[in-house]
Structure formats: C-alpha cells, structure tokens
C-alpha cells in the first residue's frame, strides 16, 4: 500500500517547507524508494500564471505544460519523481471541479457543502497520486496552520489518516525557533503555539522540524517533546546552511529522518545511498575557480522571481567546479548608469525571460554590450527576442524593430505573435506552454548538448518572425535550432562571437545539481574561459572562504 506523508507549517510563511519537502524526497529516493511529490495551495487562482511575479515569484512550467508553484522546481532539482497537473493543486482548482460537479448533477440534489464534498476532492486530488508502482507519496500543505483559506485542506488531510490507517500516514510540521539576540536565548513558545494550533484542527504532528539559526541543545528538545507531544527523538532542527541550500538533505539525514520515516511507516530498512550528492556538496563549498555572472531583468529585488534562473547558473558552475557569482543587474539601471559601468568586469550576462515593455532598453542595452565587448551571452525566452532587435536594429540598421508585444504598429516587427495565439483572448493557461521538441541544426548549442533532437519547455506567445531570418544570417545571426513541425526558431547564435546563444525555451526548468542543463555548463565554461583571458581568474584558495553566492 501506498504511504502518504504530509508537510505543513506554522509560525510565520517561507520557512522552506518546498526545500524540506523535496530534501525529504531525495532521501527517499536515495533508498531505492519509488515517490510522487504534490504541492496544495489555498489561494484561489486556478493556477500561478497570472500572477505577479513580485507577489509570487516565477511560475514553474512541467512536460505537460502545467503552470505550477516555484516549490516544484525544487521537487524536480532534489528528486527524479514525475511530475503533472495532478502534482499542483490550489483551492481555485478544487472548488471549480467541485462547481462542476455541482452544475451537472452529479450530487444527485444534495447540499453541497464544505465538508464531505470540498474535503472529498481534496483527497482525491492526493490519492490520484498513489498507486501500486508509487511507494510514498508527499503532499506539502501551502500557507501557514491557522490561515482561514487553508482550514480545508487540513480537514482534509485529517480525515486522510483515518481514511488510509494510522501505520500509513505520517505528519511532518515545520516551525520557528526564533533566536533572540538581546536576550541570547531560543524561544520554543512559537512553536508550542503552531503544535497547539494544528491539534485543535485534530492532527498531531508525528515529526517536528525547527528551522532555526542555531542548533538546538537536549534541554530544549526535550522542552519541544514536552509541551508538543512528540517523542524528543523526532524534534529535529533545521540550521541555516552555511553554503548552499543543496546541504539541507545532509543535514535530515545526520539527524536520522530517513531513518525514522522508514522505521514509522513500516517501509524497507535499505540505506540511503547519498554519496553523488555528497560530492556535489563538496564542489559547492571547495571550487577550484571563480566566475562572475550578470542577470539582466526587472524582477531583480526578489530571489524567487528567477529562482530556476540562479539555481541552474549554479548548476552550471558545479559542473565546472566553480562559485558562481551573480550579479544582479535591474535593466533600468542600464539605461541610468550605462552597460559600461552596471556591467564593468562581469565574465557573462544573461538575459531571462519576462513581459512587458518596462526594462526593455536596458536588456537591449545588455545584449549589446556583451555583443561588442566578447562576453558570453545567453538569452532566454525574452532574452532572445532582445537579442533579436539588437542585431536588427544595430547591424541590420533596422530603428523601427521591435516586438509586436511592446509595439503592435512595429516598422519592423522581428517578433511577432504566433499564430496559434492570435485567436486568444483568456490570458489563463493559454501560452505555447510545456515541452516541444527542438531539432539542434550545430553551433555551440549543439556542441553542448551532444545530440540533434532535444525536448524543451516553453512558456511565451511571440517568436522570431521567420520572414526576418535570411537578413539577420546577412549580419552573422543563424538560427541554429528550429520546430521542424511549426518551423519556428528555437535557437540564436552569433557564430563569430566566442558563445552568444539565445533561446525561445526554458533550460532552467531541466537542470539540477547533478546534472546541469548542458546549456548552463557551457555558458559557465565560456565565462570561465572569458574570466582566463582577461587574467581574472583566481586560484580556489583566494575564493574558498567564503559561501557561494547562489
């Protein structure tokens, strides 16, 4: 039988339940252990794609094209659990499937109501995970414990543990333990409180994870144990990582988490094996060089509105065995200060994707300057269209390019809407959106990955505009990989210049920590390679004190 575990958190909101969840994930996995991975989110958008990124941060898209929360970028980064649709389920998504149901009769009359019928799909949505081929499946719960919009999904998973039988379903609760300097002490009240909150809803947590700034000592363990109702051995602490947040498995597992889980739920006593991710660790905190990486955009004040972004430039830096810097350049300061100045000594740039016009003259501004300067440039998604009207207006001496986005009476509109898109009028789920395979015609890209066909997700509704192409490969710009079924461009490159390559795609989405996107560990080689020449780089002892900046 399957077993089901649930994450939930009290006290305050981004304690990283996601990153505990995935840790959790991982060590299963290590255990030779078959697991699926879901998040549940109160709020009441069917999905995140209209959301703001400043609210939300960036929107995580799947193979299947499903528009998630970030936190599954985490999933997919720690574990090689499947994820789909089913693998993100919010509270839009569960009461419009319940209205459904309601408006086709399938109640048969009754009073549709909270609890069982609301609650009832909520368990649904986590047993369609399950199954004979899944050994565990882990539900992490959005929000924090005593938020009104998610009382529901806390019903639901009370109901879940006697639905299935106690031996086969686990809770596992996050709090704080926050550290008071003035006072010197760790106060456990915060979390006494979020226990006490979760037990009135009927749920007793069977694991409590503290994230906290120091270690805990057996006294307040034994404190927790007490006045939480949890045996002191499974009052774990979450201590901020010194490097990189790819330690956090490590740290679950020296406190015996794996260990407990299994002996808990009756699973395999099969060690974990964890040495690839060991040595990964290892890389981060011991590089051999360093490399300094610009990110251009305009959501640049918060880490979660590119977060697959920084996390795959990483990645790309472990493959070389080097601390990735990251700059983090707003696109208006170029326009302000200049690509000279916001852009001085840095050994790559990197434009992500976005929307919109705001930024616009400073991304171009970027990519003109990594163009003319021989610095490695990658372009992703709307990183690529900038790249775009860059070479048509400078080289090709085109004033009037532009995007059919930001300018729909373009002179010269070298992006322009696909086709498929111009009968849109929902903004909601409505993008080319998901993984679309990519024929890669050479260049650096091919280079990279080592193979002709690729599979890419995409989230974007304008492209190159194919009557453009012949005229840029006049100037030196070549579409080196293209969608042989639509005929759409899928990737740039500048042949002449030592990496300029830009993408239609999302690479970030398929890379992780023991795999970099191939992409990302040769744009990182290429800014290494940069770094070398203009005599820049230094020996891993001058770096090595230092925690990694991403």
């Known amino acids: 039988m399957t077993r089901f575990i649930f994450i939930t958190g009290g006290v305050v909101s981004s304690l990283g339940k996601g990153l505990t969840t995935a840790s959790i994930g991982l060590l299963l996995e290590s255990r030779g252990l078959r697991i699926r991975i879901q998040k549940l989110d109160p709020y009441l958008n069917v999905d995140p794609g209209t959301m703001n990124p400043f609210q939300h941060g960036e929107v995580y898209v799947l193979d299947d094209g499903t528009e998630t929360d970030l936190d599954?970028?985490?999933?997919?980064?720690?574990?090689?659990?499947?994820?789909?649709?089913?693998?993100?389920?919010?509270?839009?998504?569960?009461?419009?499937?319940?209205?459904?149901k309601e408006r086709a009769g399938e109640y048969l009359g009754q009073t549709v109501q909270v609890i069982p019928h609301v609650t009832d799909e909520i368990k649904a949505s986590i047993e369609a995970l399950g199954g004979d081929d899944v050994d565990v499946v882990l539900t992490e719960i959005g929000g924090t414990v005593g938020d009104i919009e998610g009382q529901a999904f806390l019903e639901a998973i009370r109901q879940f543990r006697l639905d299935k039988g106690a031996r086969n379903v686990l809770y596992i609760h996050m709090t704080l333990l926050p550290f008071l300097r003035a006072s010197g002490e760790i106060k456990t009240k915060p979390t006494q409180q979020s226990v006490g909150k979760l037990r009135e809803i009927g749920i007793q947590a069977d694991v409590l994870i503290c994230r906290c700034e120091k270690p805990i000592t057996q006294e307040l363990r034994r404190k927790i144990s007490l006045y939480c109702n949890v045996e002191p051995q499974n009052v774990l602490d979450e201590k901020d990582v010194d490097y990189s947040i790819y330690e956090v498995p490590l740290v679950l597992h020296d406190q015996g988490l794996d260990n407990l889980i299994a002996e808990r739920l009756g699973l395999p006593d099969t060690p974990a094996d964890l040495t690839d991710w060991r040595a990964t660790v290892e890389i981060i905190k011991q590089p051999d060089r360093e490399v300094e990486i610009a990110v251009v955009g305009k959501y640049i004040d918060l880490q979660d509105s590119y977060k697959s972004i920084y996390e795959s430039i990483a990645h790309g830096g472990i493959a070389n065995r080097a601390r990735v810097n990251v700059r983090r350049v707003h696109a208006e300061d170029i326009d302000r200060l200049g690509a000279d100045v916001a852009l001085a000594g840095v050994d790559g740039v990197l434009v992500p994707g976005g929307f919109g016009v705001r930024g616009v003259?400073?991304?171009i501004g970027a990519v003109r300057h990594a163009r003319e300067q021989g610095i490695p440039y990658f372009g992703i998604c709307y990183g690529l269209q900038m790249a775009v009207i860059e070479v048509a207006r400078d080289l090709l001496g085109l004033a009037g390019a532009d995007t059919t986005e930001n300018d729909r009476n373009a002179v010269d509109p070298v992006i322009c809407l696909l086709e498929e898109q111009r009968a849109v009028t929902r903004m909601g789920g409505t993008m080319r959106l998901g993984a679309q395979l990519c024929h890669v015609l050479g260049g650096r890209a091919r280079e990279a990955y080592g193979q002709d066909l690729v599979s890419e997700r995409h989230r974007h509704r304008y492209e190159l505009n194919n009557a453009y192409r012949e005229r840029l490969a006049e100037v030196g710009l070549f579409v080196t990989g293209v969608n042989e079924e639509l005929d759409l461009a899928e990737i740039i490159e500048i042949p002449a210049h030592p990496w300029f390559v830009a993408v239609q795609y999302h690479p970030e989405f398929k890379s992780s920590p023991t795999r970099a996107h191939p992409l990302f560990a040769s744009f990182v080689r290429a800014a290494l390679a940069h770094r070398a020449a203009r005599g820049g780089e230094n020996a891993a002892a001058a770096s090595a004190a230092g925690p990694a900046a991403c």
């Open 72 to 100: 599954l970028g985490h999933y997919e980064r720690f574990t090689g659990a499947p994820l789909s649709r089913a693998s993100n389920v919010t509270s839009g998504r569960i009461y419009s499937e319940v209205i459904r």
């Open 361 to 363: 003259h400073g991304k």
